[in-house]
T-cell receptor
Framework: GAVVSQHPSRVICKSGTSVKIECRSL??????MFWYRQFPKKSLMLMAT?????????EQGVEKDKFLINHASLTLSTLTVTSAHPEDSSFYIC?????????????FGPGTRLTVL | QQQVKQSPQSLIVQKGGISIINCAYE??????FPWYQQFPGKGPALLIA?????SEKKEGRFTISFNKSAKQFSLHIMDSQPGDSATYFC????????????FGEGTQLTVNP
């Protein structure tokens, strides 16, 4: 159990286009999902917290108009990179919280490699 | 206050040896300490986690040692195998933070055959 999927796994787009990445919890409901960005050989950087049915909470320095997050159901959160530019190229990873207790385990998706030309 | 410092950055171990990765934290409000394993091009996978009410937790070849007074915790991989070669991240979170994780910088482990 506790499987999280992401789609697509890889995407290459031209500068100026928008890209949507989906994150799904396949076998559990997740009221909270997180979106991370990871540069090569670096740690995960939290971008935003996505709560089902409410607005996402963005970390300091993350442009909310650039990275649109929607958490429309208990199993799906989407990240849209709007008007993508080469500097947005990165590995984007989502995670989902399982459980209702105070100590919730985070389960990560396989990641999406975004390359903006 | 929110930092988690991880060492070493990279580690090379012979097959069958013990791999040890250390983390130190500053925020005494942290109360959940997971370790994640990440292979290239993949998302992190939860390996093992500990809460501060115990000093050690073992799952198979993986053991977490926790020292609350020193604000340190470590991952021990016994009988390391080439398949364990990956990047390992320690993390910490606290009640009331919405389970937001603070990650260490990562350790790239290479187990030579």
């Amino acid at each position: 159990g506790a499987v999280v999927s992401q789609h697509p796994s890889r995407v290459i787009c031209k500068s100026g286009t928008s890209v949507k990445i989906e994150c799904r919890s396949l076998d559990f409901q997740a009221t909270t999902m997180f979106w991370y960005r990871q540069f090569p050989k670096k740690s995960l950087m939290l971008m935003a917290t996505s709560n089902e049915g409410s607005k996402a909470t963005y970390e300091q320095g993350v442009e909310k108009d650039k990275f649109l997050i929607n958490h429309a159901s208990l199993t799906l959160s989407t990240l849209t990179v709007t008007s993508a530019h080469p500097e947005d190229s990165s590995f984007y990873i989502c995670s989902a919280l399982r459980g209702l207790a105070s100590y919730n385990e985070q389960f990560f998706g396989p990641g999406t490699r975004l390359t903006v030309l | 206050q929110q930092q988690v410092k991880q060492s070493p950055q990279s580690l090379i171990v012979q097959k069958g040896g013990i791999s040890i990765i250390n983390c130190a934290y500053e925020n005494t409000a942290f109360d959940y300490f997971p370790w994640y394993q990440q292979f290239p091009g993949k998302g992190p996978a939860l390996l093992i986690a500990i809460r501060p009410d115990v000093s050690e937790k073992k799952e198979g070849r993986f053991t977490i040692s926790f020292n609350k007074s020193a604000k340190q915790f470590s991952l021990h991989i016994m009988d390391s195998q080439p398949g364990d070669s990956a990047t390992y991240f320690c993390a910490a979170s606290r009640v009331g933070s919405g389970s937001r994780l603070t990650f260490g910088e990562g350790t790239q482990l290479t187990v030579n055959p």
